[in-house]
């Protein structure tokens, strides 16, 4: 998985026969904190982010220029700033210069008594603030669990952002039915996220379809399905044939292909109404991209929302580095049942089906997995529906936003909820039965999502994120809304205070 270089430095006493004496002890925290992360910061694909640890402890202004240039041409994107003794504040503006000043900051202390590394951070970092330069601060002991999971999700929310400043999102078609929450908003998204879109016309999709897929990749996807779905596959000589699960998997085959000609890092599909009218229902082909896996064995998610929803793979994209690599969810905000608090979120396709079972084996999830004839009033030229409930599992749920055009991000923590399976089928029947479903129960209430959710679209990926999210957001500079006791708990930054 993409990721950018972390680098590492340690800011020091300026006097010689200071410094002489700590430089050992201060380049083993250094090490120390590198090897914390290598150790622990673990991508799904088993990768890691890089990490430059400065080849000196920062001592003087040439040192500070030095280190600069030297992190600068290792490239790293993101820097940790530790303090383990006092140092000289004013050889940051050296290094930070020369490093430069769009790098997210972590400023990181011990909690030592013998040592005044608390003075050093809040000197400097200090100096940094007064500037108007967004940091963020962490004081623990380096062995200390709960301090190193706080330094791993500033550094998640850090890689996806500045991993994502460089993407290219690629949009098939734009934004359905006229969905304006879906649209990419070009300035707002470059100013903010970095992140630019290339626009094409499902046309090329349906033509690569005809003429370069290759037809013994779609005889070996129909085999798999085949295979491991059997008779759930509920073909009904109609909307469901062999022929249109075939147009299906050819679909999600020209997705590949043109993803990879132009470079997309992410992707959606607007689908309805002409793909789905006229070609077939894109829900294979999305719920593909986003799996771990194919035929052909593992692979990486790649992020594609349905209906052409760009702010909803904005924030799939964001879950997916924040989560080192898992498939992310697209739902509708469907059905909240308050008898029970739960909200039934469903749509036609884009559900990984790794939310099944959670598993990085398709045989796993493909267990629980159906496939219905596409509903003919809406989905005219047919197709697969795949149903299945997700599993119980903590999730983190958000969205990207916007007010007044100004980017904002809804956060929750929850779970996706088990139910009796009667109980289930009550449920789903209510909406659709033939899509898949997610029973979400969400820290906050109804009433506190309704004031501030900004589409019809909910995203949501499998663990714990919401602290990370909220790095993520302070460090792009756009407001967080987290609701539920996570909210409440949250500290404003300072940039937040004097606004």
Same mark, same amino acid.
């Given at each position: ?27 083993a ?31 003087g ?14 490239n ?25 000043? &769009? ?7 011990? =909690? $030592?008594?013998?040592?005044?590394? =608390?003075? !050093?951070?809040?000197?400097? &970092? ?9 940091? +963020? ?6 062995n ?9 999700d500033?550094?998640?929310a850090?890689?996806?952002?500045t991993?994502?400043h =460089? ?25 903010t996220?970095?992140? =630019? ?8 999709l ?19 399905? $085949?295979?491991? /779905?059997?008779?759930r596959?509920?073909y009904?000589? +109609? ?19 043109v ?8 992707? !959606?599909? *607007? ?6 009218? $006229? ?24 992020v594609c929302?349905?209906?052409?929803d ?9 879950? *997916?580095?924040?989560s080192?690599? /898992? ?17 039934? %979120?469903c749509?036609?396709? $884009? ?12 045989? &796993? ?5 159906? #496939? +219905? ?8 030229a ?6 299945? &409930? ?10 990207l936003?916007? %007010? ?14 088990? #139910?009796?399976a ?12 033939? %899509?898949?479903?997610v029973?979400a ?17 909910? /995203?949501?990926? *499998?663990g ?6 909220n ?21 404003k ?7």
């Amino acid at each position: 998985m993409r990721s950018t270089p972390i680098g590492i430095v340690m800011m020091n006493d300026a006097r010689p026969h200071v410094y002489s004496v700590n430089n050992a002890e201060n380049m083993a925290v250094v090490q120390g904190w590198a090897d914390v992360i290598r150790r622990r910061f673990k991508n799904v694909d088993g990768s890691s982010p890089e990490v430059i640890t400065a080849s000196e402890t920062i001592t003087g202004v040439r040192v500070a220029q030095k280190i600069g240039e030297e992190l600068r041409r290792a490239n790293c994107r993101q820097v940790i700033m530790c303090y383990n003794v006092w140092d000289f504040p004013y050889l940051v503006w050296p290094f930070i210069n020369s490093l430069g000043r &769009d790098v997210p900051i972590l400023s990181l202390s011990n =909690n $030592n008594g013998q040592y005044p590394g =608390n003075v !050093g951070l809040l000197a400097t &970092d200090g100096a940094l603030r007064q500037a108007g330069i967004r940091t +963020h601060r962490i004081v623990g002991d380096m062995n200390d669990q709960s301090t190193q999971d706080q330094v791993l999700d500033w550094l998640r929310a850090s890689e996806a952002y500045t991993t994502m400043h =460089n993407e290219i999102y690629g949009i098939y078609g734009g934004p359905s039915m006229g969905m304006d929450t879906g649209y990419f908003h070009l300035v707002p998204n470059v100013k903010t996220f970095g992140t =630019n879109v290339f626009f094409v016309d499902q046309l090329l999709l349906l033509k690569k379809m005809e003429k370069e897929v290759d037809e013994a990749e779609v005889e070996k996807g129909f085999k798999w399905f $085949n295979d491991l /779905l059997g008779d759930r596959i509920l073909y009904d000589g +109609h909307m469901l044939t062999p022929e249109t699960l075939k147009t299906q998997i050819r679909l999600y085959l020209a997705m590949k292909l043109v993803n990879e000609e132009e470079g997309f890092n992410f992707c !959606g599909l *607007k689908g309805q109404r002409e793909l789905t009218e $006229n070609v077939c229902l894109g829900d294979i082909a999305e719920m593909l991209m986003n799996d771990p896996y194919d035929w052909n064995g593992p692979k990486e998610p790649m992020v594609c929302a349905t209906e052409g929803d760009s702010y909803a793979a904005m924030t799939m994209q964001l879950l *997916k580095y924040v989560s080192g690599g /898992l498939p992310t969810l697209f739902m509708d905000v469907r059905l909240y049942h308050p008898e029970l608090d739960i909200w039934d %979120w469903c749509n036609s396709g $884009n559900h990984s089906s790794y939310y099944a079972s959670y598993s990085m084996n398709a045989a &796993d999830n493909f267990k629980k997995l159906t #496939l +219905h004839p596409a509903l003919e009033f809406y989905f005219k030229a047919g197709g697969a529906s795949v149903a299945f &409930d997700a599993g119980p599992a903590q999730m983190t749920f958000a969205r990207l936003g916007l %007010w007044d055009d100004k980017p904002f991000m809804v956060i929750m923590a929850g779970e996706n909820v088990e #139910l009796p399976a009667e109980q289930r089928k009550a449920i789903n029947a209510q909406t659709d039965p033939t %899509w898949p479903h997610v029973h979400a129960r969400v820290h906050g209430s109804f009433q506190e999502f309704l004031n501030v959710f900004p589409a019809n679209h909910v /995203l949501g990926v *499998k663990g714990d994120y919401v602290r990370a999210l909220n790095y993520l957001c302070e460090i792009i500079g756009i407001p967080s809304i987290i609701l539920g006791p996570e909210g409440q708990q949250r500290l404003k930054p300072i940039w937040e205070i004097m606004n």
